[in-house]
């Protein structure tokens, strides 16, 4: 059988839960289970499992990870935070756990940090296009629109159809003033399919003195 969008995720809380009731001590069940239901948008639900995960096997790199992630969707950066640190300490080499640290870290304020993190995760996979934007979030929000717009380049050459990047890198034109070139990026977002916010639209036809 097939399954399709939130069918594949019912069928994997079914699955797990039904191996879990054969083996309470499944850790893998416990993670897979809390996966599908953050995919579900059940956070609460996620965060027990994967924190049960934990308990079971306490050296679980993912578990700490995919737990920092919900927590980070939650807005609670401090507790993701601590649950990257605990997958790096398990796994030094988890460029996922930096480069999320670095989001968690970004979103904190605390941007000196988050671009250390992104570093060390272009370090590990130098060829991640979505590191190179949040790097660039990180720069943008510090005011260093030069570096911002260097990296979502860096991003666009690894995947010329990102649509994130021309976003951001339209931002960052249109913070320093570099209205043609906004609105060529938000042209490209748009034609990717990417929905601009309507407020920056107005602001940028204001600042530009063009409709588009």
Same mark, same amino acid.
């Given at each position: 059988?097939i399954?399709?969008g939130?069918?594949?995720?019912d069928?994997s809380?079914?699955?797990?839960?039904? +191996?879990?009731?054969?083996?309470?001590?499944?850790?893998?069940?416990?993670?897979?289970?809390?996966?599908?239901?953050h !995919?579900k948008?059940l956070?609460?639900?996620?965060?027990? /499992?994967?924190?049960?995960?934990? !308990? @079971?096997?306490?050296? /679980?790199?993912?578990a700490?990870?995919?737990r920092?992630?919900?927590?980070?969707?939650?807005?609670q950066?401090d507790?993701?935070?601590?649950d990257?640190?605990?997958? @790096?300490? @398990?796994?030094?080499?988890? +460029?996922?756990?930096?480069?999320n640290? *670095?989001?968690?870290?970004?979103?904190?304020?605390?941007?000196?940090? +988050?671009?250390?993190?992104?570093?060390?995760?272009?370090?590990?996979?130098?060829?991640?296009?979505?590191?190179?934007?949040?790097?660039?979030v990180?720069?943008?929000?510090?005011?260093?629109?030069d570096?911002?717009?260097?990296?979502?380049?860096?991003?666009?050459?690894?995947?010329?159809?990102?649509?994130?990047?021309?976003?951001?890198? *339209?931002?960052?034109?249109?913070?320093?003033? !570099?209205? /043609?070139k906004?609105?060529d990026?938000?042209?490209?977002?748009?034609?990717? *399919?990417?929905?601009i916010?309507?407020?920056?639209?107005e602001?940028?036809?204001k600042?530009? *003195?063009?409709?588009?």
């Amino acid at each position: 059988m097939i399954y399709f969008g939130d069918e594949i995720y019912d069928h994997s809380i079914s699955s797990n839960t039904k +191996a879990l009731e054969k083996n309470s001590m499944n850790a893998e069940a416990y993670n897979d289970r809390g996966v599908a239901y953050h !995919e579900k948008g059940l956070y609460d639900e996620a965060i027990s /499992d994967f924190s049960k995960a934990i !308990e @079971i096997n306490p050296k /679980d790199a993912d578990a700490y990870y995919n737990r920092g992630t919900v927590y980070g969707i939650k807005g609670q950066y401090d507790q993701a935070i601590l649950d990257y640190n605990k997958a @790096i300490e @398990i796994n030094p080499r988890f +460029a996922l756990a930096y480069d999320n640290r *670095g989001n968690a870290y970004s979103e904190s304020g605390r941007y000196d940090e +988050a671009i250390s993190d992104h570093n060390k995760a272009l370090e590990i996979n130098p060829k991640d296009a979505i590191v190179y934007v949040n790097r660039g979030v990180a720069y943008e929000k510090k005011g260093q629109y030069d570096q911002a717009i260097s990296d979502y380049n860096k991003a666009l050459e690894i995947n010329p159809r990102f649509a994130l990047a021309y976003n951001n890198r *339209g931002w960052a034109h249109y913070f320093k003033k !570099e209205y /043609d070139k906004s609105w060529d990026d938000i042209k490209q977002a748009r034609e990717l *399919g990417y929905k601009i916010p309507a407020e920056f639209l107005e602001d940028l036809r204001k600042a530009s *003195g063009r409709e588009k």
